[in-house]
């Protein structure tokens, strides 16, 4: 399975026409942030901090109200049409490409290739300095053609319940940390962000390695997706899934509140997307485990 981490390819708010970015400093005199931590055409779309400003401030200041700003109804419009074309491409996938002994090879092989096909729309969109919905939607249709497969895949050899586990899963993280970050329980601040970071480069890392090592020796390379470790790095992945959200939430609270443009609401649905179906697989991938030893 392929998780899309959006670490690799979400980028923050522009600070074009005069809008304050996702980073920007809140007020003049006020410490300047990094630059913007979802540069264009680095490995690392992170290097630099944006949470330069905040170890010791919490939140942003709330922008005058301009035409043409984004709200969290445009944020939540847009994720609903970006979440709603991955379920849908994701049913119909299902019911198209079955995954019985006949029509496995082919499943699979149209699921890996859309899951491709995905992956480059995602680097696009990374790449482009504007929001572009029909690249986003595209993104989703085909990220949907692959969850489809993997999931019919897991709900036919593992258990039927296995894949709705995974989505009550999913949707429990969401509302856990967004009632986390609501209530001040958690805060994005410098030391946080850092920490995600080195954690997920780390994390990504090793999957790399892992990967390499199966493919080339066999088997599940270090085992790193089987077994106790399994567990233990689906339980990581998770936890660093969850973090991704608060990141998530953080960046459409300054983007909303220095009033970027409308349209930019696509990025955040783009990165709450990338974060789900990343949650979604590492709880898949963890309840099949713990399914299949059962």
Not at 104 to 116: D, Q
Not at 193 to 214: D, E, I, P, T
Not at 264 to 272: N, Q
Request: hydrophobic share 50%; glycine share 12%; net charge positive.
């Amino acid at each position: 399975m392929r998780s899309s981490n959006p670490v690799f390819s979400r980028r923050g708010f522009s600070r074009d026409n005069g809008y304050a970015g996702f980073n920007a400093a809140p007020q003049a005199g006020a410490a300047t942030a990094g630059a913007n931590p979802y540069a264009q055409g680095t490995a690392n779309p992170y290097a630099t901090n944006p949470y330069a400003q905040q170890d010791t401030q919490y939140g942003a200041p709330q922008a005058p109200a301009r035409s043409g700003a984004m709200t969290i109804d445009d944020v939540v419009t847009r994720t609903a049409m970006t979440l709603g074309t991955v379920v849908l491409t994701a049913a119909l996938s299902w019911a198209l490409l079955p995954v019985d002994e006949a029509n496995l090879g082919k499943s699979y092989g149209i699921a890996i290739g859309a899951a491709l096909v995905a992956f480059v729309f995602a680097m696009i969109q990374s790449f482009k300095r504007k929001a572009s919905p029909a690249i986003i939607l595209a993104y989703a249709a085909f990220e949907g053609v692959f969850l489809g497969v993997i999931s019919s895949a897991v709900s036919t050899y593992i258990g039927p319940g296995t894949v709705m586990q995974a989505v009550m899963g999913t949707m429990c993280v969401f509302a856990g940390v967004l009632i986390a970050y609501k209530m001040r329980w958690i805060r994005v601040t410098r030391r946080f962000y850092g920490f995600v970071m080195a954690a997920a480069m780390g994390f990504v890392l090793l999957m790399m390695v892992n990967l390499l090592f199966s493919v080339f020796g066999g088997g599940d390379g270090l085992g790193f997706r089987s077994g106790g470790l399994g567990i233990l790095f689906g339980v990581i992945g998770i936890i660093l899934g969850a973090c991704f959200l608060a990141l998530d939430f953080k960046q459409v609270e300054d983007g909303v509140n220095f009033g970027a443009p409308r349209e930019e609401a696509w990025l955040a649905a783009f990165g709450l997307t990338m974060t789900l179906v990343w949650i979604y697989l590492e709880m898949l991938r963890l309840l099949s485990i713990l399914n299949g030893d059962d």
